[in-house]
């Protein structure tokens, strides 16, 4: 129990359009999910809080008009990286909290490239 | 923030013997700390937890030692398999344990290979 799943696992765009990372739990609903960055060889830095039927809560040097972040239901958040530049290009991973369980269940993970 | 240009601390372990991988967290209020492996290409993997009210907790074949007065924590991994090969995030949050929304505060992370 307790998958998270992320669409697409990699993505490969052109500078300037924009990409969208869907994170969903399979087989509980999430009010909270989190949305990380990670650079290669690097750590999980947080980007945003994401709650359902809300505002995403996003962390200092995050651009919020760059990053959209929409938690529309209690199984999908997604992450819409506009106008995507190449300094953008890592792996975007997601996690979900179930119920007030203290866990975080991580996505696998998606590897955005911009060319 | 990111530390550009920094390489993960490595540590090398032959097939068989144990492995004890440190970390220093940085915030003296911190009251939950997780450790996590990730393999290539994946995400996280929970592994086991300890909250600052206790210095040690056992798993299966791992255990997690909190030090307070220095703020590090330590993860052991016994007899340790190929399938370790991974690297290991230790993350602290304040009250994650209780309120379940507390987000998570990642360490630099530390690649962890065994030798066949």
């Known amino acids: 129990g307790a998958v998270v799943s992320q669409h697409p696992s990699w993505v490969i765009c052109k500078s300037g359009t924009s990409v969208k990372i869907e994170c969903r739990s399979l087989?509980?609903?999430?009010?909270?999910m989190f949305w990380y960055r990670q650079f290669p060889k690097q750590s999980l830095m947080l980007m945003a809080t994401?709650?359902?039927?809300?505002?995403?809560?996003?962390e200092q040097g995050v651009e919020k008009d760059k990053f959209l972040i929409n938690h529309a239901s209690l199984t999908l958040s997604t992450l819409t990286v506009t106008s995507a530049h190449p300094e953008d290009s890592s792996f975007y991973i997601c996690?979900?909290?179930?119920?007030?369980?203290?866990?975080?269940?991580f996505g696998p993970g998606t590897r955005l490239t911009v060319t | 923030g990111e530390s550009v240009g920094l390489h993960l601390p490595t540590l090398s372990v032959q097939e068989g013997d144990n492995s004890i991988i440190n970390c220093a967290y940085s915030?003296?209020?911190?009251?939950?700390f997780i450790w996590y492996k990730q393999e290539s290409g994946k995400g996280p993997q929970f592994i086991i937890d300890?909250?600052?009210?206790?210095d040690k907790r056992q798993g299966q074949r791992v255990t997690v030692l909190l030090n307070k007065t220095v703020k590090h924590l330590s993860l052991q991994i016994a007899a340790t398999q190929p399938g370790d090969s991974a690297v290991y995030f230790c993350?602290?949050?304040?009250?994650?344990?209780?309120?379940?929304?507390?987000?998570?505060?990642f360490g630099t992370g530390t690649r962890l290979t065994i030798i066949p």
């Open positions: 996690s979900a909290l179930l119920g007030v369980a203290y866990e975080q269940y």
């Open positions: 087989d509980f609903q999430a009010t909270t």
């Open positions: 994401s709650n359902e039927g809300s505002k995403a809560t996003y």
């Open positions: 915030n003296s209020a911190s009251d939950y």
């Open positions: 300890i909250r600052s009210n206790m």
């Open positions: 993350a602290e949050s304040i009250g994650g344990s209780v309120f379940g929304n507390e987000k998570l505060t």
